[in-house]
């Protein structure tokens, strides 16, 4: 009896001791991107396959990716061993709780990009890990009501509209599609390609008298927009079904569309306004909590994901495009390559005004999108007049800047201190 | 064991866990709800308050409230009734009417939203019928009273069953003589039921209405499902200011707000619905 139970003792002694083992050669990837069921295994199964330890690779919504990341934090402990999130999402953090990366020695190619992931401190916090851009796209139906004279990989936001007029009087119904759903990415049109086109500007020039021109042609175009883009957050799905025939959305959120039917769209660059063709990047990136269990192990699965090969391994599984100087190959799928191409139009156009991401927010981001979302919801869907709604929501974005200090950022000109609104 | 303290002992541990996962939780909400870093301030309540959208957000909860309790209530005391009378089948049609409340409400939005969507049901039996054309979207911005049409029937399908259950309940406690009494006097079935089944079911209808109006302003995943952000609520404000804005300090105060207005109706109907003592069954 005694000695049955010594031996059951020690298997399931061993046993615990082997779980424990296995559970820490593991590395906790917590993400907020790849989310979609068929990127996240394409993650575990092409990108982090090849990683030297195991990875337990497990995407999240913003919201309770922070939350366990907050709690692990508050804690002084965690299991967290990798961080993947939007720029967004990491500058809304406090940058102490991140480990500085300077010691990896890796970096993407872009300066601009590296100087963001400092979060305003001297050291990396992040390394940028991804790219993606907002694009346009269209079902090759609509091409016969191209406006006469009109390139579309020139266009400009007047012809837009006349296009969407077009389409609207031939088909009978408003076939732009517009990703206003309550996940959808429309203050990122607002921030990053109306205002920039418009008023060279995002902050300075919220009120100005070009900003309401901006408005009323948005509201010109939104008079042939599918009335449900209120619910639409990923325009792939109604440019499959057919409910919108010209979109614009983010380049992940259109890559279903072009890998099942490659033949049925085309995808194209962002129009221009008077003030130039303006464009924003989204960038990802892989940073590790300061509470990460196995640094080591962290810091080798980052510089395994900064690899050209990991980075084109992402490149096929998420859409989205390397930040490090790599060889593309050519058996790159539909959405990419039809992708890849309206964005390099888009940056290398004669009258590219690139705009950047929102920066020194901090944790103040998601009221800043917001100012743009109210201001949409007012002055589209709730039909106030443009200048009030401009002039009342001039006061709360003036706020955030004040409080937060944060300096402009391209188009905006450079400010010393915080970036004003005129 | 002393027949005096048997009654606390036994609900020792329920009050524990209530402290433990109720109270404890509630302060540490109320004290976010009223500091944001430095002492005590009514900052964050100002801020959710002041916001454009909070008048919008109020005014649909309440609407929606009362549109869809008084429904309920009269849907749920006619089944209940129906319910009563019935000699066969009675446990198989209560089951049948019961199992909105085993589905959660988000997914009871999703088929509402199978139904009212662009390429939905409705559409497809309409343009089936030739009634239209072309599929109409009944959910967008331009047709407010007819998302808030869908919002309600939602939560009317949804809800009504936890009433019945209860009301049921209460109905089957009513003793047959007061009925019989009743017959025997010659009073009509609409007589019967409006000065005997009402009067006496007093308890049961007080629980039931106080659980329905309280979760009523707590309605969020239908209202997130069908209107999105087309229909402001309370809760949708609240999610909104924790996860999209990671501003704490504002979702807490929404959350007391939300808790105020749940206190107030339920003193209230706790008021109006209160069983003189000694008048009990």
């Known amino acids: ?422 | 064991m002393n027949a005096r303290i048997l009654p606390y002992v036994l609900i020792l541990p329920v009050t524990l866990f209530l402290c433990l996962f109720f109270l404890y939780p509630f302060v540490l909400v109320s004290k976010q709800a009223f500091s944001t870093g430095a002492g005590f301030t009514l900052d964050n309540f100002r801020e959710v308050v002041s916001y454009w959208k909070f008048p919008i957000s109020m005014q649909n909860t309440l609407l929606l409230a009362a549109a869809v309790v008084p429904v309920q209530l009269a849907l749920a005391l006619l089944m209940a009734t129906m319910v009563n009378k019935m000699q066969k089948g009675r446990d198989i049609v209560l089951y049948i009417w019961t199992i909105p409340l085993g589905i959660s409400d988000l997914a009871a939005g999703i088929i509402w939203l199978a139904i009212f969507e662009q390429s939905g049901f409705l559409n497809s039996m309409m343009s089936g019928l030739g009634i239209v054309d072309q599929p109409v979207n009944f959910l967008s911005y331009q047709h407010p009273g007819v998302v808030f049409l869908a919002i309600a029937l939602a939560e009317i399908w949804r809800a009504t069953a936890i009433m019945l259950v209860i009301l049921v309940a209460g109905i089957g406690l009513i003793p047959k003589e007061y009925y019989e009494a009743a017959e025997v006097f010659g009073a009509s079935p609409w007589k019967r039921f409006t000065r005997i089944t009402l009067p006496m079911l007093r308890p049961s209808l007080q629980t039931a209405l106080v659980l329905r109006v309280i979760l009523a302003f707590e309605i969020f995943a239908v209202v997130a499902a069908l209107g999105g952000t087309l229909f402001p609520v309370l809760m949708g404000e609240t999610y909104a200011y924790q996860f999209d804005l990671l501003n704490s300090g504002a979702a807490a105060a929404m959350a007391l707000i939300i808790l105020g207005i749940s206190i107030a109706f339920t003193l209230v109907i706790l008021r109006v619905l209160r069983v003189p003592k000694g008048a009990t069954i």
């Not at chain 1, 559970?23 to 990127?39: G, N």
Request: charged share 20%.
């Open chain 1, 1 to 422: 009896m005694t000695l049955r139970l010594k031996i059951a003792g020690a298997v399931s002694g061993l046993a615990v001791l082997t779980t424990v083992t296995a559970a820490q050669a593991d590395v906790l990837f917590w993400s907020t991107q790849a989310k979609p069921v068929e990127e996240a295994q394409a993650m575990r199964e092409q990108v982090l396959a090849g990683a030297g330890d195991t990875v337990d690779y497990q995407p999240n919504d913003a919201g309770p990716w922070l939350t366990r990341l907050n709690a692990e934090l508050q804690a002084g402990s965690g299991s967290i061993g990798v961080l993947g999130a939007l720029h967004g999402d990491f500058s809304a953090m406090d940058p102490e709780s991140l480990v500085d990366l300077d010691v990896l020695g890796v970096s993407a190619s872009s300066d601009t990009f590296n100087s963001l992931a400092q979060l305003g401190t001297d050291k990396p916090q992040y390394i940028p890990w991804m790219q993606a851009s907002y694009i346009m796209a269209a079902n090759k139906q609509a091409l016969e009501y191209l406006p006469e004279g009109a390139d579309i990989d020139a266009l400009t936001y007047d012809q837009l509209i006349e296009w969407a007029a077009n389409v609207h009087e031939g088909t009978g119904s408003p076939k732009f599609g517009f990703p206003a759903g309550p996940k959808g990415l429309k203050h990122r049109f607002f921030q990053g390609y109306l205002y920039p086109s418009y008023t060279n500007g995002v902050v300075r020039t919220f009120a100005s008298p070009e900003a309401v021109t901006a408005w009323e042609k948005f509201a010109e175009l939104w008079e042939h927009t599918n009335p449900a883009s209120t619910n639409f957050s990923f325009l792939q799905e109604q440019l499959l079904s057919g409910d919108a025939w010209i979109v614009f959305d983010h380049t992940s959120r259109l890559a279903q569309a072009f890998n099942e039917r490659p033949d049925d769209f085309v995808a194209f660059p962002a129009p221009a306004g008077p003030k130039g063709r303006g464009f924003m990047p989204v960038i990802a990136g892989i940073a590790i909590p300061k509470t990460a269990p196995d640094m080591d192990a962290a810091k080798d699965l980052v510089k395994y994901m900064m690899a050209p090969e990991t980075q084109i391994a992402t490149l096929r599984a998420t859409s989205f495009f390397p930040v490090v100087d790599v060889e593309l190959p050519d058996d790159l799928p539909p959405s990419v390559q039809a992708a890849g191409a309206a964005v390099a139009k888009m940056s290398s156009a004669p009258d590219a005004n690139p705009g950047l991401l929102p920066a020194g927010l901090g944790d103040k981001g998601g009221d800043f999108n917001r100012i743009f979302v109210d201001t949409f919801e007012r002055i589209i869907l709730a039909r106030q007049p443009i200048e009030a709604v401009l002039e009342d929501q001039k006061t709360r974005l003036a706020a955030i800047m004040e409080e937060t200090g944060a300096p402009c950022w391209a188009p905006d000109a450079p400010s010393e201190g915080a970036c004003p609104v005129e």
